[in-house]
Nanobody, 114 residues
């Protein structure tokens, strides 16, 4: 199993930037990909960005061109650089690690004011 700890959230104004960080501990040698999801109250958790061991990335359409995911495999860390933030980006952001689908950290709140 792995444990995931997210950090870096905060309150910003529209157009500003934030960088989220997530570190995995535990049985990390099995991790072959990591990703970020987000959730707002009353809605399902949605994929934001994912990255494989080979460096292949996948982004939600709503964040493409504004967000960048990067992974430091040696440190078992995944980053999410978020630029030009919009109020619709307001959510709790969670990271995940494959193959440990269903394991989540405590999340980090991102709030974007207009």
């Amino acid at each position: 199993q792995v444990q995931l700890v997210e950090s870096g959230g905060g309150l910003v104004q529209a157009g500003e930037s934030l960088t989220l960080s997530c570190t995995a501990t535990g049985t990390t040698f099995r991790i072959n990909g990591m990703g970020w999801y987000r959730q707002v109250p009353g809605k399902e958790r949605e994929m934001v960005a994912r990255i494989t061991d080979a460096g292949t990335t996948n982004y939600a359409h709503s964040v493409r061109g504004r967000f960048t995911i990067a992974r430091d495999s040696a440190k078992n860390t995944v980053l999410l650089q978020m630029n030009n933030l919009k109020p619709d980006d307001t959510a709790v952001y969670y990271c995940c690690a494959l193959p440990y689908w269903g394991t989540w950290g405590q999340g980090t709140q991102v709030s974007v004011s207009s």
